[in-house]
C-alpha cells in the first residue's frame, strides 16, 4: 500500500521491540467482541492511483461544470477566474500540509500570510481588525449575532428580509439555541425594505446584507444611525466580495462588524465548499470578536515575527466559557484569497469589479429586451433579479436541458413565497462572454413562448 | 488598624478597620506568580452589585484566563483605573498598586473565617 | 572528489542566530514592497458607462497592494519556505494526526465536474457532486457502524455543534428539557466543553482514574434525571483507549441519555472497531486527521457527524437523499422525513472539496489498506513509547494507541522544562510534539507519529529526543532555555503581542519633519 512505509520486516522488529507478538495485542483495551482482527467484509479493497482516478473521473463526469456552458448562478457564491499561480502557490507543501501555527518558529510563512490576509480584509470592508477567517460567510455571520450579544449583553437580533435565506437559516439555528430571538423582516425584491420599525431597545445585532439576495446595493449610514441610537450593533454581510472593489464598503457607513463569504476572491465554487468567512470589527470589540488572530512581535533577537495571540479567548483555554466552540478557521482558502489580491491589488481588484458591474449591466439590457423578462432592480453589482412570466424553477430547468445554467430561481432559496416564484436571480461576472449572454437571452424568449 | 484577610481562591481583601464596610480587592503575590505574565483585565463596571463567591473579573496571561470571586456581597465602588494600561502591575505589585476594585460591603460578617497572613501563609505551604 | 570517505559535513557549520543563509530568504509584508497601482493579473478595460450601484458611491480607494506574478511568486515561495510540513519532516502533534497528504486527493479535488459546479445548479446537474458526497457518506457508515450521518458540518467542532444539537432537539422532542447538564471527562479536548457550554448546557466534570480512563464509579454516581449526554473522546486524549465504554453507555441509556463520542482519535481504530457496535449516539469525523485531507495551516476541515436511530431525524439540513435510478436529490426543507431537522448549520452543502478528497483517500486505502493504516499508527505509537519510555516518563501504563503520552517527571530537577525541550527539538529537525494537553497530565508531551512514518524516521526521532533528555540532564538548561537557535525566528515574546495587540499593519506614521 502505497501510503505505508513499514514493511513486515520493520513490523516484526517493532513488535520485538514493543515485547508483544501482534498488532491486535496493541488492542487488548478493546472488548472483546467489539474489535476487528480483519478488515471489513463486503468493502472494496485498496486501489491504485490509475484506479481511484478513473472511478471518480466517472462520478465527476456525472456533474455538468460551470465553464462547459453559459452560466450565471451567483446567490452567495460565483465563479470567477483564479490565476494559475494562485493554485500552484497553495498546493506548495510547506503551506498544504502544515498545521495550525503552534510553534511560530517553524511557522512563519503561515503566520506572515495570515497577518497579511487580516489587513488585506481589514482595508477591504473598511474596517480597523479582521481575524484569521471563519468556515464561511454564514457561519461568520452566525458568529457576528453571538459576538454582538456579548457586546450589548441583549439576545435579539433583527435580520433583513433580502438576508440570503441560508445565512438567515444558519444564524437562527444557531440562534435558537443559544438564547437569542432573532427576528426577520420580509423581502422585498426592489430593495425598499426598512427595517427601523423592528429594532428596539432590546436589540443586540441588525443584520443587514449588500448587495443584497437580489442585487441591490445599500446604503447603510442611515440603518447604522438607528441601529446605535438603540444600542444595537450594526453587522454588515457581503457575499460577493468582488463588490468591495467598486462600492463604498460597510466599514465607511457605520457598521460595527462586517461579514463577507470571501469565495469570489482565489477560490473555485466546489459546490458550496470549503470556502472562507471574513470577519471584521472595530479594534474596541477585539476581545469579543470569535476566531483565531494573528499578532506582530518580536522575537528574542528583537526581530519581528508573527504569533497567534489572544488565544485565551478561545476554546482550547477559556474551554467553557470560550468566545465560540471554533477551533480550525479556513487556512488554505484564507492563503488562495490573500494570494489572489495580492496578485489583483487595488488597481487589479478596481479594474475586475469594474468590468463585473460592466458584464453585468449589458447583459440585464439585453435581457429587459426579452418579452415576458423585467429587470427588478434600479441598481446592482454583478447580480440582478429578473421577473418572468411564469415559475422561474421550470424555466431554469428547462434552459438547463438545452445547454444554459440560467441563474438561481428564488423558490429555490425561498420556497414558502409563493409571490416569488417568478423571479430568477442572474449573476454576470467577468467570465461570461457576449455569447452566453445571447444564449441566455434566446432561452429565455423561446421559454416565454 | 488595617486588616488584610485572603480566600482561598487567592484574592485578598484590606479595609481600614475590622468593621470598616469599604474593602480594597485584588489577587495575591502567590495568584499572579501562578498565572505568569499578564496581558488583560476585564473589570466590573461601578456601580454593579456582586454576591459572595461571584465571579466579578476576568485575568488573561499568556496561556491562561482566570476567575477572580468576590470575597463577599457588596456593590463595586471604583476600578483601578491603571489597570487598563498597564495589567502587569498586577505582576509587578499584586498586592499594593495593583488592586483590582474597592468594594462597598453589604455585610462585612461574611468576611469571618477568611485567613489572616499567618494562616494564608500556611494554606500556601499546604499546597506546596 | 570524496575519495577518502571522510565526513563531507564541514567541521564547524554553525549556521545560527540572525545570520543570512542561503534558502532561509526573508520577505517583507506585500504592503511594504508595493502600491496600489502594480497588479499581477491582465484583465480588459471595462466598457465605459454610467455605474449603476442605486444608491450607493463608488469608493476612492482601499490602500492594497498590488504584485506583479513574478513578485508573487517569490514572496509567497519565500513564506511557505518558513514553515514545517508534513512533506518536510515528522510533525508529531498529539490529536492532530498530521499524516501524509496524497495528491491524487488534489488532483481528484480540481475534477471540474467536482470543483466548477454551483450548490445551487440544478440537481440534474450536480448528480455527480452528489453521487460522490452519498459514496463518502456510504463509507462513513459502514466503517463506524451507524446507521446515519449528517454531511455539513465545516470542521470537528461544528460537527460536535451539530451532534450536541440534535441531542437537545431530541431531547426537547421527547418532552425532556431538565436534562440540562453534560458530563465531560478532565481529559477531553476544550472544543467538548466549549461546544456545551454554547449550547446552554452546564458541564460537570468527570474525574479519570490512576489509569487515564473515566472513573466509571464516579461516572455512575453522577448520572441522573438532569444529565443530557457524556461527551467522551475515544481512544481518549491521553491516547487509550476506554475499555468500559460499553458499560459506560449502557449506564447512561439505562439514565436516559445521550452518548456523543468525540472522533478526534478515529484514526487509532478505523476499520479495527466501529462505534456503532460501543453504543454511541452521534460521533463526528475530522476528515482532515482520519482520512487525510490537508490541514492547510489551520483549515479548512470537515466534520460529519455519524447518528444513531434515536438521532437521525433531528440531523441538519441539506441532506442528500437517493431519488432512485441511482440518481440523487437534495433535502432542503424541513418538511416530510426531514420535518425534525433542528436547520441549517452552513451557507451550502458541506465541504465538498475534502470530500472527494477523503473519498480518494478511502477508496485508495480500501477496507483492507485502512485496517492496516490504524495497526501502523497504533504500532509506532507504541514503539516509540517503547524505544523512549527509557529515558522519559510514560504517564500510564501500555498499551497507548495512536500516541503515546509522557508527562515531565523526568525532566524534574534538571531546570529545562517541557517547553524547552520542544524548542530544542525544533533544533533538530523534527516538529515537536503536543505539549501541555491533555491538561490532566503535568507537563504532558503528546506524541502521534501516524501511520506515515518510517521506521527509520522514528528511530532518528526517538535518538534525537534521547539525545536531548541527556543534554538536560548534564544540566545544559540554559543551552535549551535559548532554543531554537536555528529557526528563521527564535521564540517569540507571545507576552508583548498579548498586551499591546498588533493585529494588522498599518502605514507608517509621518516623520515629525513630514508632518510640519
Known amino acids: 500500500m502505497r501510503y505505508l512505509p513499514l514493511d513486515d520486516a520493520d513490523r516484526a522488529a517493532m513488535l520485538a521491540t514493543i515485547g508483544v507478538e501482534t498488532v491486535d495485542d496493541l488492542y487488548r483495551d478493546v472488548p472483546a467482541g467489539a474489535y476487528l482482527p480483519r478488515p471489513l467484509p463486503d468493502l472494496p479493497p485498496h486501489a491504485g492511483e490509475m484506479a481511484v482516478m478513473r472511478s471518480l473521473q466517472r462520478l465527476a463526469d ?161 440603518l447604522a444611525e438607528v441601529a446605535h441610537q438603540a444600542g444595537a450593533l450594526l453587522v454588515a454581510v457581503v457575499t460577493e466580495a468582488v463588490s468591495l472593489g467598486l462600492l463604498t464598503p460597510p466599514g465607511a457607513m457605520g457598521a460595527d462588524i462586517v461579514v463577507a463569504e470571501g469565495q469570489s476572491i482565489g477560490n473555485p465554487m466546489g459546490f458550496g465548499g470549503p470556502h472562507v468567512g471574513l470577519f471584521a470589527t472595530q479594534s474596541r470589540h477585539v476581545r469579543q470578536m470569535p476566531g483565531r488572530l494573528c499578532g506582530e512581535t518580536v522575537d528574542a533577537d528583537g526581530r519581528r515575527g508573527f504569533v497567534l495571540t489572544l488565544s485565551t479567548r478561545e476554546q482550547h483555554i477559556r474551554r467553557e466559557k470560550a468566545t465560540s466552540n471554533i477551533c480550525t478557521n479556513s487556512g488554505l482558502c484564507a492563503l488562495a484569497f490573500s494570494i489572489h489580491l495580492s496578485l489583483l491589488g487595488e488597481a487589479g481588484l478596481m479594474r475586475l469589479a469594474r468590468l463585473n458591474h460592466a458584464r453585468a449591466a449589458a447583459a440585464a439590457d439585453r435581457l429587459a429586451a426579452v418579452p415576458g423578462v423585467a429587470v427588478v432592480n434600479d441598481g446592482f453589482f454583478n447580480e440582478f433579479t429578473l421577473r418572468l412570466d411564469r415559475p422561474a424553477a421550470a424555466v431554469v430547468d428547462r434552459l438547463a436541458d438545452e445547454g444554459v445554467i440560467a441563474g438561481v430561481p428564488v423558490s429555490r432559496l425561498h420556497p414558502d413565497r409563493a409571490d416569488l416564484d417568478h423571479l430568477l436571480l442572474v449573476a454576470v461576472t467577468e467570465t461570461v462572454e457576449d455569447e452566453d449572454i445571447e444564449a441566455l437571452a434566446r432561452g429565455l424568449a423561446a421559454a416565454a413562448a | 488598624m488595617t486588616t488584610l484577610l485572603f480566600t482561598r481562591d487567592h484574592e485578598w481583601i484590606r479595609r481600614d478597620s475590622a468593621d470598616s464596610t469599604d474593602g480594597t480587592i485584588g489577587i495575591t503575590h502567590y495568584a499572579q506568580d501562578q498565572l505568569g505574565d499578564i496581558v488583560f483585565i476585564e473589570l466590573p463596571e461601578v456601580g454593579r452589585a456582586v454576591v459572595k463567591g461571584e465571579e466579578f473579573a476576568v485575568i488573561e496571561s499568556v496561556k491562561a484566563a482566570s476567575e477572580v470571586y468576590a470575597p463577599a456581597s457588596g456593590t463595586i465602588a471604583a476600578v483601578n483605573p491603571a489597570l487598563a494600561d498597564s495589567p502587569a502591575l498586577v505582576n509587578e505589585s499584586a498586592e499594593a498598586d495593583g488592586w483590582l476594585i474597592r468594594l462597598t460591603l453589604a455585610n462585612p460578617a461574611e468576611l469571618d473565617g477568611l485567613f489572616d497572613a499567618d494562616g494564608y501563609q500556611a494554606y500556601l505551604a499546604e499546597l506546596g | 572528489m570524496n575519495r577518502t570517505g571522510r565526513d563531507t559535513r564541514p567541521a564547524g557549520n554553525t549556521a545560527s542566530d540572525g545570520e543570512t543563509r542561503p534558502l532561509v530568504l526573508e520577505t517583507p509584508l506585500i504592503f511594504e514592497q508595493a502600491g496600489p497601482a502594480t497588479t499581477g493579473v491582465d484583465l480588459p478595460d471595462p466598457p465605459p458607462g454610467p455605474p449603476r450601484l442605486g444608491p450607493v458611491a463608488e469608493r476612492a480607494s482601499i490602500g492594497l497592494p498590488g504584485l506583479s506574478e513574478p513578485e508573487a ?9 518558513q514553515n514545517f510540513a508534513i512533506d518536510s ?70 460537527g460536535e455543534l451539530a451532534g450536541m444539537m440534535a441531542i437537545r432537539t431530541a431531547l426537547a422532542d421527547r418532552g425532556e428539557t431538565d436534562r440540562t447538564h453534560v458530563l465531560v471527562p478532565e481529559s477531553a479536548h476544550g472544543t467538548n466543553p466549549a461546544t456545551a457550554a454554547a449550547l446552554g448546557f452546564e458541564v460537570d466534570r468527570i474525574p479519570a482514574d490512576a489509569r487515564g480512563r473515566v472513573d466509571l464509579a464516579a461516572f455512575k454516581a453522577r448520572l ?142 480500501g477496507a483492507d489498506g485502512l485496517h492496516q493504516a490504524a495497526g501502523d499508527a497504533v504500532l509506532n505509537a507504541n514503539y516509540l513509547m517503547a524505544r523512549l519510555s527509557a529515558v522519559m516518563t510514560p504517564s500510564f501504563d501500555g498499551p497507548c494507541m495512536h500516541e503515546a503520552l509522557f508527562d515531565d517527571r523526568f525532566l524534574k530537577g534538571s531546570g529545562v522544562h517541557t517547553l524547552d525541550l520542544a ?94
Request: glycine share 10%; hydrophobic share 40%.
Open chain 3, 73 to 81: 511568486m517569490r514572496h509567497y515561495t519565500r513564506l511557505s519556505q
Open chain 3, 224 to 365: 441522573g434525571p438532569d444529565v443530557a449526554a457524556i461527551m467522551l473522546t475515544n481512544p481518549n486524549t491521553c491516547g487509550l483507549f476506554e475499555g468500559e465504554i460499553i458499560e459506560i453507555a449502557a449506564a447512561l441509556h439505562e439514565a436516559g441519555g445521550f452518548f456523543y463520542c468525540d472522533g478526534a482519535n478515529f484514526n487509532a481504530i478505523v476499520g479495527r472497531v466501529r462505534p456503532g457496535d460501543l453504543g454511541i449516539d452521534a460521533m463526528h469525523i475530522n476528515l482532515h486527521k482520519t482520512f487525510s485531507t490537508p490541514h492547510g495551516g489551520g483549515g479548512p476541515g470537515a466534520g460529519p457527524v455519524v447518528l444513531s436511530d434515536a438521532l437521525a431525524p433531528y440531523a441538519p439540513l441539506p441532506k442528500v437523499v437517493a431519488a432512485g435510478d441511482g440518481r440523487f436529490a437534495l433535502a432542503e426543507r424541513a418538511e416530510g422525513a426531514h420535518a425534525k431537522s433542528f436547520g441549517r448549520l452552513k451557507a451550502f452543502h458541506g465541504q465538498m472539496g475534502m470530500f472527494t478528497r477523503a473519498l480518494a483517500y478511502i477508496l485508495s486505502h
Open chain 3, 89 to 158: 519532516t515528522i510533525y508529531p502533534l498529539g490529536s492532530c494526526t498530521m499524516k501524509h497528504n496524497p495528491r491524487l486527493n488534489e488532483a481528484v479535488a480540481r475534477l471540474p465536474g467536482f470543483a466548477d459546479v454551483h450548490p445551487l445548479q440544478p440537481e440534474a446537474t450536480v448528480q455527480g457532486a452528489l453521487a460522490a458526497i452519498d459514496a463518502l457518506a456510504g463509507w462513513l457508515k459502514d466503517l463506524t457502524g451507524m446507521p446515519a450521518v449528517a454531511m455539513t458540518p465545516g470542521a470537528g467542532a461544528h
Open chain 1, 62 to 222: 456525472r456533474s455538468v461544470p460551470a465553464g462547459s456552458r453559459p452560466f450565471f448562478c451567483g446567490a452567495g457564491c460565483y465563479r470567477h477566474h483564479i490565476p494559475a499561480s494562485v493554485d500552484y502557490l497553495i498546493q506548495r507543501g510547506e503551506f498544504l500540509t502544515s498545521y495550525t501555527p503552534y510553534q511560530p518558529e517553524v511557522s512563519q510563512g503561515t503566520l506572515q500570510m495570515l497577518f497579511e490576509f487580516q489587513t488585506q480584509v481589514a482595508l477591504l470592508t473598511g474596517m480597523e481588525v479582521a481575524n484569521a477567517s471563519m468556515y464561511d460567510g454564514a457561519t461568520a455571520a452566525a458568529e457576528a449575532v453571538l459576538m454582538a450579544g456579548r457586546v450589548t449583553r441583549r439576545h435579539r437580533a433583527v435580520l433583513a428580509g433580502n438576508l440570503h435565506p441560508h445565512y438567515r437559516d444558519t444564524i437562527t439555528t444557531l440562534a435558537g439555541f443559544t438564547g437569542f430571538n432573532a427576528v426577520s423582516a420580509d423581502p422585498r425584491p426592489d430593495g425598499r425594505e426598512d427595517l427601523a420599525g423592528l429594532i428596539d431597545g432590546e436589540t443586540a445585532a441588525v443584520v443587514v446584507q449588500t448587495p443584497d439576495l437580489f442585487g441591490n446595493p445599500h446604503d447603510l449610514r442611515a
Open chain 3, 423 to 516: 524548542k530544542a527539538l525544533i533544533d533538530e529537525g523534527f516538529h515537536p510534539m503536543t505539549m501541555y494537553f491533555p491538561l490532566v497530565v503535568p507537563g504532558a508531551l503528546l506524541i502521534e507519529p501516524t501511520e506515515s512514518e518510517p521506521k527509520r524516521t522514528l528511530d532518528a526521532f526517538a535518538d534525537a529526543l534521547i539525545g536531548l533528555v541527556a543534554r538536560a540532564a548534564a544540566g545544559e538548561a540554559d543551552a535549551f532555555a535559548a532554543a531554537p537557535r536555528k529557526t528563521p525566528r527564535r521564540r517569540l515574546d507571545e507576552t508583548t503581542a498579548a498586551r499591546r495587540p498588533v493585529l494588522r499593519w498599518t502605514p507608517p506614521a509621518p516623520t515629525q519633519e513630514a508632518a510640519e
